[in-house]
């Protein structure tokens, strides 16, 4: 089964862009989170989809935004990109949950940099 | 809200020795998940252990096992036998029963010394 995949890897882009990182599940995985890294910071949760819906947001400005499509596939939109909002962003999925707890996995993340 | 402390920033251990990573927590809820996830340099995050907190026998797999202790809120990582490949950085991490939200500590780096 292939992992969870993330594109592009890496990216460089200008203050004032904007930028659209992807994330491809596992397959038949239908929950998909998003978390920003950073040496200050740590690794902080961005949001969650499930089913197309977001289901849980964490405390970012309005220029994170993310959609789901009927895929399971999810983008994360980054507009007015600041200095600060140089990361890596990892996306992680899970299956549905039909016990107590399911488990997260990884994919490796892409490397944003703004100059 | 919840948090995730993880007090030490960087550690050491020499290979084929045990080493500690500690972790504290402060939550309200009684029900809720623990884990270690595990980052090495190529940065993909694995699931090294987790432990239900309603369960209270600590978790193990394998090399690494925990030491849960609800009351003090406290969940420390055990790595016996330390290997070259342990290298990493290790994060500390809660999640509710009913979220996906992963909640994680600043994280502690392990250095394995031949």
């Known amino acids: 089964k292939a992992g969870v995949t993330q594109t592009p890897r890496y990216l460089i882009k200008t203050r004032g862009q904007q930028v659209t990182l992807s994330c491809s599940p596992i397959s038949g995985h239908r929950s998909v989170s998003w978390y920003q890294q950073t040496p200050g910071q740590g690794l902080q949760f961005l949001f969650e989809y499930f089913s197309e819906t977001q289901r849980n947001k964490g405390n970012f400005p309005g220029r994170f935004s993310g959609r789901q499509f009927s895929n399971s596939r999810s983008e994360m939109n980054v507009s007015t990109l600041e200095l600060g909002d140089s990361a890596l962003y990892l996306c992680?999925?899970?299956?549905?949950?039909?016990?107590?707890?399911?488990?997260?996995?990884f994919g490796p993340g892409t490397r944003l940099t703004v100059t | 809200a919840q948090t995730v402390t993880q007090s030490q920033p960087e550690m050491s251990v020499q290979e084929a020795e045990t080493v500690t990573l500690s972790c504290t927590y402060d939550t309200s809820e009684s029900d809720y998940y623990l884990f270690w996830y595990k980052q090495p340099p190529s940065r993909q995050m694995i699931l090294v252990i987790r432990q239900e907190a309603y369960k209270q026998q600590n978790a193990t797999e394998n090399r690494f096992s925990v030491n849960f202790q609800k009351a003090a809120k406290s969940f420390s990582l055990k790595i016996s036998d330390s290997q070259l490949g342990d290298a990493a950085m290790y994060f500390c991490a809660y999640r509710l029963p009913i979220d996906d939200k992963i909640i994680f500590g600043k994280g502690t780096r392990l250095h394995i010394l031949p």
């Open positions: 992680a999925s899970s299956s549905p949950r039909t016990g107590p707890s399911s488990e997260q996995y």
